[in-house]
């Protein structure tokens, strides 16, 4: 049996991380049942502006109403709307409730023509959107004709019936206020402080484990 030279090694796994890497990547992409939000272009994933909160809850359905205003010179001559929702999402234009082909991930994109809803003047899309198990979060692309409306900051969005606040980006970095359980002055060296007891019982445990 022909040895592996030491670079033949690590060539082969550099080559097998990268294939599990990539495996994870694609599922996260494509399986519903992970919380992940891929990024794609002409729109950001957006969500209700609500404080950070890392403590466990029960499974329940939340709701979150976005909507946006914009001015048409004119009549579209076409006008196609591409929403995704996370999980699963209502929507209006100027008032009237619009059918979404069904789509059984809700990470695929739902596509829907909507010219004869949009007038000249201004128009308000909203569309309220549902989850069970995290924050709803939307995104959304309009094009007609030479407008092209994404979602982003200048949305607007009311959860569970609150007030109207600008909705922020889901890809931000949210870091926790003064008052808020999660905003801890502790560091990482005052927590192995506390820790590296445990640390020495389990240590020793795996070490007599190995032994026995």
């Known amino acids: 049996m022909l040895a592996l030279q030491p670079w033949h090694r690590m060539i082969l796994v550099v ?8 495996l994870l ?15 794609h272009r002409d729109a950001e ?10 403590r466990g809850h029960l499974a329940a359905s939340l709701d979150t ?5 914009f001015t048409l010179q004119h009549k ?6 591409a929403l995704r929702a996370m999980c699963r999402a209502e929507l209006k234009v100027d008032g009237a409730s619009i059918e979404l082909p ?3 991930n809700w990470k695929d994109v739902s596509d829907v023509d909507i010219t004869g809803q949009l ?14 198990n995290g924050p709803p979060a939307l995104w959304l692309v309009l094009d007609a004709d030479q407008l092209n409306v994404g979602t982003g900051r200048t949305w607007q969005a009311s959860f569970a019936g609150s007030s109207w606040r600008n909705a922020v ?13 999660s905003a801890s002055r502790e560091t990482t060296f005052d927590a192995a402080k506390k820790l590296w007891p445990l640390w020495i019982l389990l240590i020793g445990i795996a070490c007599a484990g190995v032994i026995l």
């Open 15 to 22: 080559v097998l991380g990268g294939v599990g890497v990539s």
């Open 25 to 39: 990547a694609w599922k996260a992409h494509t399986d519903p049942a992970i919380n992940y939000l891929p990024h």
């Open 45 to 54: 994933w957006i969500i209700f502006p609500t404080a950070v909160d890392a």
């Open 65 to 69: 109403t976005f909507r946006h205003e």
């Open 76 to 81: 579209p001559v076409s006008a196609r709307l």
């Open 102 to 104: 069904h789509v059984r």
């Open 119 to 132: 007038r000249d003047g201004t128009n308000t899309i909203e569309v309220r959107v549902f989850n069970q």
């Open 169 to 181: 980006l889901a890809s931000e970095e949210r870091i926790p206020g003064p008052g808020n359980p």
